[in-house]
């Protein structure tokens, strides 16, 4: 189970982000990209799985072992599972030129991000799409950007145009990995926000 899978690992001093390596009778094993430094064994951490499948899930436990490349979770509880369109979404605004694929041309169009998750993404244009259509684009992610295939799953009205709700096609490890960091860092800040309130 999760074998793969993206996932963020938080203790009380810091945390690091990488996937899923093994879950089995309880602990689950992931190999990280940085170390989880200051934790020993026994200390309670947290766990954020984006299943593909299974959505998000997160769990708690006690940390079983720690080195430079792996985190081990003696897991204690499933506290939370989303299904999968609505896990690991944030609010994002980025506006962007997307190409829609349509034979026999394809068709630049405008289009502004709402919202974004490791496997979907919501924007709005003026330009009328059709379920089943799919745009490219480029996302900025911090001082970068991941090139995007999004298939349009539902269409509502809005202001100026439409909004349009995607899921993401042919995403590699990579990119995935780099959209569940953006939407983990919106999620902290958009808590922080609401705490300052």
């Known amino acids: ?10 203790a009380k001093h810091g945390s690091t982000i990488g996937f899923v390596e093994k879950y089995e009778t309880g602990v689950l ?20 799985v984006l299943d593909p499948v299974k959505g998000e899930c997160r769990y ?18 499933l506290v939370a599972q989303n299904q999968r369109r609505s896990c ?6 980025a506006a ?15 289009l502004s991000v709402v919202d974004v998750s490791a496997s979907g ?7 009328a799409l059709d379920h089943g259509d799919v745009v490219r ?13 999004a298939r349009v799953l539902r269409i509502e009205e809005a202001t100026w145009g439409w909004r349009y709700g995607c899921d993401l096609l042919d995403l590699s490890e990579p990119t995935r990995e780099a959209l569940f960091r953006l939407v983990l860092r919106l999620q902290r800040e958009e808590a922080r926000a609401r705490a300052d309130r």
């Open 1 to 10: 189970m999760h074998d793969l899978a993206v996932c963020h690992v938080g």
């Open 29 to 48: 094993v992931a190999r990280v990209q940085a170390p989880l430094e200051n934790q020993h064994i026994g200390d309670v951490v947290h766990a954020v």
């Open 60 to 77: 708690t436990g006690l940390i079983g072992g720690v080195s430079d490349e792996h985190v081990s979770v003696v897991v204690q509880e």
């Open 88 to 93: 690991a979404r944030a609010s994002y605004s």
């Open 96 to 110: 962007c030129i997307g190409v829609l694929e349509r034979v026999p041309t394809n068709e630049a169009i405008r």
């Open 121 to 127: 993404i919501r924007f709005a244009s003026p330009t």
């Open 137 to 149: 684009l480029s996302l900025p992610v911090d001082a970068g950007s991941v090139d995007l295939r």
